[in-house]
């Protein structure tokens, strides 16, 4: 039997997105999206909970991500979830669940100063991802 892991969120970066270069030479981008739950108490009155979620994305879509992605954005990310766990320094084993990001859509983002519009922004992502495509099929 087949499995499926497939993550699909909406919600505002929480972060901006902080860029590396790993050993081998591959970027990869981190970031944060919150998404939020509303529900009612038992005394009747609204409550709302937050969730954080970690974000990863990789090479070129990773610097697609830094570019054009600014903490508050409304953005809807596709990916998958993944598991792993690193030592740190003083050899504590930590564990850590993180979505690796394989599809964005920029739902909405605040004016750059410049006063660039929506359309325009728009525009230049989806070029970038286009772009993105052209070179993993090659």
């Known amino acids: 039997m087949r499995s499926l892991n497939k993550v699909?969120?909406?919600?505002?970066?929480?972060?901006?997105v902080?860029?590396?270069?790993?050993?081998?030479?591959?970027?990869?981008?981190n970031f944060s999206i919150a998404t939020n739950q509303f529900y009612k108490n038992e005394d009747g009155s609204k409550r709302e909970v937050v969730d954080f979620h970690r974000v990863i994305s990789w090479d070129g879509f990773?610097?697609?991500?830094?570019?054009?992605?600014?903490?508050?954005?409304?953005?809807?990310?596709?990916?998958?979830?993944?598991?792993?766990s690193y030592e740190d320094k003083a050899g504590i084993k930590h564990y850590r669940t993180e979505i690796c990001a394989e599809d964005l859509k920029i739902l909405s983002w605040k004016k750059s100063k410049s006063g660039q519009d929506e359309i325009e922004v728009n525009a230049i992502a989806e070029q970038e991802e286009e772009k993105e495509r052209e070179l993993v099929e090659a």
Request: glycine letters at 10%; aromatic letters at 4%; charged letters at 25%.
């Open 18 to 29: 902080e860029l590396k270069q790993t050993k081998n030479g591959h970027q990869v981008a």
């Open 62 to 84: 990773a610097e697609v991500c830094h570019q054009y992605l600014k903490k508050g954005m409304a953005v809807y990310i596709e990916g998958k979830l993944m598991n792993r």
């Open 8 to 16: 699909m969120l909406i919600g505002h970066l929480a972060t901006d």
